[in-house]
């Protein structure tokens, strides 16, 4: 006898990946399920199972609960959004959750990371075929999260895809050597596509959201440039340079060093607080920090180890205060809140060898692929918003003069 379960979508039995809803339901012996159980069906994507014979296109059957014992086989929730096939182990401080294949590395956990066990596998249906199964779609929907998307523009060692970087496919785990980024800083601006104006507690969950998606893409030498604000005023006073520290640190990243921006624009003030009282007065700095950390070992051993700093500016930027001006918005093709190409340059070429490739997950007006490419770097940009993809390649063209010749776009 066959019942109906549902088939959920995709799971990864690799790197962990979104888990795709297709909505699907697929039927199976009635002897497979458990009485009184919830159970529903994931294909596996991944080879990291294979020495439990999980394959990459099997089905596995899923039965759904939040607790497991050491060694079963497990559907794990890691960050809210990211579903991974792994056996599982609690160890005294971390959670281990191990591949069966002696080539990967097992995913640790340490206290604080968001987890959630979905549930334990019960069986696995050898690569199951929907024409040779009994399949009764409800609803379709695309599954081209799963499928890596093209490049918006291709040039010369850049790449720029406009797409979520939450959501990108095509940019493998563990291979980037650096990330130079300005996230957005929730301050209200108004971009193209979007309001930089959520909650505050809304803007760290996206943070910690994205950085560990930057986690993911990095490789264990990667480095990680993160240009943020020391605090905020608006909507209440918020130690955001604290905050996401504590939070790229809960998520695996360690620490280096912290670099203050000494912007020196001022003028840009819009409260004082109290003015001229001591009543409830503002503190407001004109600098803005950028952390540097580092994902496994802080010493590079790979790549070219070919350095292009001169030595004025190695001992001018080890200096932990950097004095520049920012960049404008006419300058920037009219983004609304850009940073000027030194701040790249400078963390580019103090922090990565040349033929690294370098990685700004907000791409906006283009400032970080710009000084990739002027120094030898290959560069990526994901940007959401279609008409800063523009600017970005109408900035590389015409600052960094990038060959026209092979172009996608």
Sequence with gaps: MMVK????????????????????????PKSKIPRSSEVYALRVVGNSMVDENIHDGDVILVKKQETAENGQKVVALIGNY???????????????????????????LRNGRDFAIQGIVLDVIRDINVSDTEIEV???????????????????????????????????????????????????IHYNSHSDNLTYAEYLEFTRKWIKKCFDLTK???????????????GGQQSVGADITKIAKDIGWKY???????????????AWGSYMSASAPYVIAPVELILVLYKDNWKKIGGSRKND??????????????????????????????FPIELPRRCIKLFSFVGDIVLDPFLGSGSTLIA?????????GVEIDKKYCDIAIDRLRQEAKIGQGNLLK
């Design 220 to 234: 264990s030498t990667g480095r990680f440039l993160l240009n943020i604000p020391l605090d905020k005023n608006k």
């Design 138 to 188: 409800n609803e379709t929907k695309p599954v081209d999260k799963m499928i890596p998307s093209k490049p918006y523009f291709e040039a010369d060692n850049i790449l720029i895809y406009n797409e979520d970087i939450l959501k990108i496919t095509a940019i493998p785990n563990n291979s980037i050597d650096l990330i130079v980024t300005s996230p957005p800083y929730n301050v209200d």
């Design 256 to 270: 280096h060093s912290t670099i203050i921006w000494n912007e020196g624009n001022i003028s840009r003030r819009t």
């Design 82 to 108: 990211e579903a991974t096939l792994k056996k599982y182990y609690r160890e005294r401080g971390y959670i281990r959750l191990q591949p069966a294949n002696k080539n990967m590395e097992p995913i640790i």
């Design 372 to 380: 990739s490419y002027l120094h030898g770097r290959k560069g990526i």
């Design 5 to 28: 379960i549902p088939l959920l979508g995709t799971i990864a039995a690799g790197q962990p990946i979104e888990a795709i809803e297709n909505k699907e339901l697929i039927a199976v």
């Design 309 to 338: 700093i001169t030595k004025k500016e190695f001992m001018d930027w080890t200096n932990g205060v950097w004095t520049f001006n920012g960049q404008s918005k006419k300058g920037a093709g009219g983004h609304p809140a850009p």
